[in-house]
């Protein structure tokens, strides 16, 4: 895992403009997301972890947003100055996403059949050599089995919706085996109970943890290099979640896709993740191993989150709270976002941003924090 | 939590099974073996026997569109006399010969509202279906590409002015101001009335596409990787299509009244040459027969009303045909193949068990916490 990242991203900023208000939602965000890594980004709600999510692979609306500055490094090219046109060529089996809403990201006019095949029959072009994308070297499974012929594959595709065309074209693709078996193999891949029956349904006729596993399946079918999960288990009760987030994790194994995982959930993250960085105000605070950065937090607001989470440090007692509020970003703290709420605060934080990137003393190796007193935080009671 | 198998998910009991049991049985009974055509025609079977009045409607446009399509290829199996076809019998009243009686001239008016059906539809049917692609178009691409400051943006600005400026004059006068500008004549009447037309099918077709292309799905239609060209015409249009086809069939019978306004007061079509029921009325009305003869007109009247009805009853359940969500619950089609009691039962025993295997994320976090 010592190669180069699979995404780079270096000196983020990203800023709304509403009206004549303008919001720094990411200020100055680096990250780097290896092969084979899932990287969990925690955070307050509002403190820029989904814009960030949304802006790698350039799903934000611009406008609104707008990115200030900074670099998105991906497939050796700077993702922030490709034209928004090319990039459908890059989502997808490059990039691709997971959504929060897992009940309204299936299309409710078609069936499952019709979506699986749909995110197949990107990546099946793609590797025909409309658009190289791919880099990965060795299939997760055998994909020998190609649609034989253009033109059946063409019509697998319908293009009028809904009418005559659409249905003589789906019955076509109903009659393509090859297509039909490998969306039936991510189906099963994604331990869907028999698949066959679930071809022919529309999305609402399926349980919410059904339709996220059917995400999941059409996102893995395109075997996409990066995937960004943005709260994939927020809307799922917990014992859905537990189902998601196992199967999550055999599926990163078996297709070797890095994540990054967002989450405000500290216990989610804790299961997933490899490395953790925390977010608040728009700036990454901490950055580190999952397992050193709960062990040994070097920042106040880690601290802070992790006193407040039910899983931690608390198993008697009432759980505590930040006091104050996250700061208005469109006129942020001067200084370290964090000081108004910071138990160590001292005149230089209300006057200096933190340090990016620094390793403070006693920590693993990657653990980086955004304090001008990291050393300190270990004495926070 | 993963001390509560019940509450793993059951994917082999959906709630929906106890009350459509019988309907699904008999569903499944009917539909077994069938072709996917076939299983389309049950399923609208089942949707038309749920609303009765749609069922009405249907029947009376399957009704009116066959007798088009026999007017237009063999007249001589519905009536005997031609268009324009004078006779002998001058001022009939409606008889077995006549069913609507005759006119002063001889001419049969049912044979008149005959041949008037495929013209009166073929023009509805031009000036809806050219407002519904040639409006529906362009608010297709005003409602998606409206971003500012792109050039997609300024089209859109400029559609939906010049939109908005044809809504601002009152349709009908519009429609009446340019058909007496451009004459007498069926491409007239459709020119006319399709240049007032069209905007609303802009305006309707924008704000549809503008509350779906928000929607969570075409955002991760996009994260797959899906160009927009496909995203318009997969994912927005066939989600915009439902109200947009909803509308366009109750406005066949809008744009049918407006046609038969337009021929009562004289701008319309040739009668007799050309058959068209608003121009009838018109002809019979300043013929001053409605007092003496009121069949020359009950006839024509009768033909717009049942049709506007038609087409309207249709309409109104339409959506539920079109929609996949109500159509299976008024269908009350099986979504799901029969199991046996036990099979589900053993089902359920094997989710509960793979419940039970996974480890929460409470342990694990705490794992993570404790010292290596």
Known sequence: MTDAPVVSIQDLSIDYVVGAGRFSAVSNVSLDVFRGHVVGVVGETGCGKSTLGQAIPRLLPEPPAYIRGGRILFQGQDLVKVPLWKMPAIRGTGINMIFQEPLNSLNPAYRIYDQVAEAISIRHLREKGKTVISHRETPPFDYSRRPTSDAAEALSRPVIPGGAVARVARNAAERHPELREEVLDYLRLVRINDPETILSLYPHELSGGMRQRVMIAMVLSEKPSLLIADEPTSALDVTIQAQVLTLMKELIEEVNTSILFISHDLGVIAETADELGVMYAGKMVEFGPVADLFENPRHPYTKALLRASPTRYKTDGPLSSIPGNVPNLSRPPPGCRFHPRCPIAKPKCRREPGPDHVAPAGVAERHTSACHYAQEVPGIP | ?372
């Open chain 2, 1 to 372: 939590m993963a001390g509560s198998p019940s509450t793993g998910e059951p994917p082999s009991s959906p709630p929906r099974r106890r009350f459509t049991d019988r309907a699904r049985g008999a569903g499944r009974a009917a539909a077994r073996g069938l072709t996917s055509f076939g299983r389309s025609v049950v399923i609208l079977w089942r949707v038309l026997r749920a609303n009765p009045l749609t069922l009405v409607g249907f029947v009376l446009v399957v009704l009116i569109a066959a007798t088009a399509a026999i007017m237009v290829t063999v007249p001589s199996l519905l009536t005997s006399f031609g268009v324009d076809q004078l006779t002998l019998d001058y001022n009939q009243a409606p008889s077995l010969h006549h069913l609507f009686g005759t006119d002063g001239n001889g001419i049969d008016i049912f044979a008149m509202v005959l041949y008037g059906l495929p013209v009166d539809l073929a023009i509805a049917f031009a000036i809806t279906g050219v407002a519904l692609i040639g409006g529906g178009g362009l608010g297709l691409f005003a409602g998606f590409w409206d971003r500012p400051g792109s050039v997609g943006g300024a089209v859109s600005v400029f559609i939906m002015r010049v939109t908005d400026i044809f809504l601002s004059f009152p349709s009908l006068i519009l429609a009446l101001a340019i058909a007496v500008s451009l004459g007498r004549g069926v491409w007239q009447l459709i020119v006319a009335v399709l240049l007032t037309w069209w905007p609303y099918y802009v305006r309707l077709v924008r704000g549809e596409t503008l509350a779906v292309k928000h929607l969570p799905y075409i955002m991760a239609a996009r994260a797959a990787g899906v160009n927009e060209r496909r995203i318009v015409l997969r994912h927005v249009l066939r989600n915009v299509l439902e109200p947009v086809i909803v509308y366009f069939t109750l406005d066949i019978g809008t744009v049918l009244v407006t046609l038969s306004t337009i021929g009562y007061v004289g701008l319309g079509v040739n009668y007799p040459t050309t058959p068209e029921w608003g121009s009838m009325i018109s002809y019979y009305q300043n013929a001053g027969l409605i007092g003496t003869y009121p069949w020359t007109v009950l006839g024509p009247g009768a033909a717009i009303f049942i049709t506007v009805l038609a087409f309207s009853l249709l309409g109104d359940g339409l959506r539920d045909v079109l929609d996949p969500r109500s159509r299976r619950v008024l269908a009350g089609t099986p979504s799901r193949p029969s199991t046996s009691p036990a099979e589900r039962e053993e089902e359920a025993e094997e989710v509960a068990g793979e419940v039970l295997e996974i480890p929460g994320p409470l342990p694990s976090a705490q794992e993570v916490n404790a010292p290596a």
